[in-house]
Antibody, heavy 116, light 113 residues
Framework: QMQMVQSGPEVKKPGTSVKVSCKAS????????VQWVRQARGQRLEWIGG????????DYAQKFQERVSITRDMSTNTAHLNLSSLRSDDTAVYYC?????????WGQGTLVTVSS | DIVMTQSPDFLAVSLGERATINCKSS????????????LAWYQQRAGQPPTLLIY???TRESGVPDRFSGSGSGTDFTLTISSLQAEDVAVYYC?????????FGQGTRLEIK
């Protein structure tokens, strides 16, 4: 059974960084891609970026280009999202999802709260 | 960026009746070489992550009930639920993956009348 399990909720101060992890199981991680999508309360889904696991190639939305980094660890079947220079409007639920284009399997979501 | 616009924002349908949700893209998402539309539909129940319903505009994901169907091409797409069930109460999103960044519609909230 394909599954993506994310790390727990985070509370961060403005200007700091957050790292969200996503552990995959039930499929061949090295042959997949992982996307990161966020959703602020009551808002639409917003794509942040993605990574092709085998090659490590990344693609980021221009909006996040200067402060996002997506990495992977194939030894632990885990993908990571790093977002820096946090602002209050980064408060959202962050999801990882498997798939190159459309996403078959989603993590449960990680609430990141940015507050002073 | 390709802008995805859904209509209506809110829809109330009686149990057993048909529900239709529309999605329009600001530019075509049809790949002329593959003849495939890079369009997906997701269902998001309250407090849950999205789940994939339809991809390539009309291919139903494994395990999705056949009352869900997708149609359309180019810039205009439709998600149809042929006979609404109580468990279909959710917000529905379309997504284009034709070009980066992939983008989503604003969502359509579906409730029981």
């Amino acid at each position: 059974q394909m599954q993506m399990v994310q790390s727990g909720p985070e509370v961060k101060k403005p200007g700091t960084s957050v790292k969200v992890s996503c552990k995959a199981s039930g499929f061949t991680f090295s042959s997949s891609a992982v996307q990161w999508v966020r959703q602020a309360r009551g808002q639409r889904l917003e794509w942040i970026g993605g990574i092709v696991i085998g090659s490590g190639k990344t693609d980021y939305a221009q909006k996040f280009q200067e402060r996002v980094s997506i990495t992977r660890d194939m030894s632990t079947n885990t993908a990571h999202l790093n977002l820096s220079s946090l602002r209050s409007d980064d408060t959202a639920v962050y999801y990882c999802a498997s798939g190159y284009f459309y996403s078959h399997t989603w993590g449960q979501g990680t609430l990141v709260t940015v507050s002073s | 960026d390709i802008v995805m616009t859904q209509s209506p924002d809110f829809l109330a349908v009686s149990l057993g009746e048909r529900a239709t949700i529309n999605c329009k893209s600001s530019q075509t998402v049809l790949d002329s070489s593959t003849k495939k539309n890079s369009l997906a539909w997701y269902q998001q129940r309250a407090g849950q992550p999205p789940t994939l319903l339809i991809y390539w505009a009309s291919t139903r994901e494994s395990g999705v009930p056949d009352r869900f169907s997708g149609s359309g091409s180019g810039t205009d797409f439709t998600l149809t639920i042929s006979s609404l069930q109580a468990e279909d109460v959710a917000v529905y999103y379309c997504q284009q993956f034709y070009s980066s960044p992939q983008t989503f519609g604003q969502g359509t909230r579906l409730e029981i009348k």
